[in-house]
């Protein structure tokens, strides 16, 4: 069974950093893309950052600059360094899996999502 566990969530000040990991299991984890959503109360489900199979990356522009999404595929992980944050990146994290030719919406795989809150 496919199965993503994020850790890392929690309370942190504005401009502080934060650091959130996505352990995967029943994945050819190396071939995936992985992402990670984030959604606030209130809001739609937004994309964050992507990472291909082969490295690749994409950001939303709300996060460009600010935050890193990387992958250790000797680890099966993904991770999302998340630096000078806003408030408005309060909202609760989730890791996705997308397999090779997949198509996001269909084939994807979540994680139970970890909070992230952004306050002082």
């Known amino acids: 069974q496919v199965q993503l566990v994020e850790s890392g969530g929690g309370l942190v000040q504005p401009g502080g950093s934060l650091r959130l990991s996505c352990a995967a299991s029943?994945?050819?984890?190396?071939?995936?893309?992985m992402a990670w959503y984030r959604q606030a109360p209130g809001k739609e489900r937004e994309l964050v950052a992507t990472?291909?199979?082969?490295?690749?990356?994409n950001y939303a522009d709300s996060v460009k600059g600010r935050f890193t999404i990387s992958k250790d595929n000797a680890r099966n992980t993904v991770s999302l360094q998340m630096s000078s944050l806003k408030p408005e990146d309060t909202a609760v994290y989730y890791c996705n899996a997308n397999p090779p030719g997949g198509r996001r919406g269909r084939d994807d795989s979540w994680g139970q999502g970890t909070q992230v809150t952004v306050s002082s």
């Open positions: 029943g994945i050819i984890f190396r071939i995936y893309s």
């Open positions: 990472i291909s199979g082969t490295g690749s990356t």
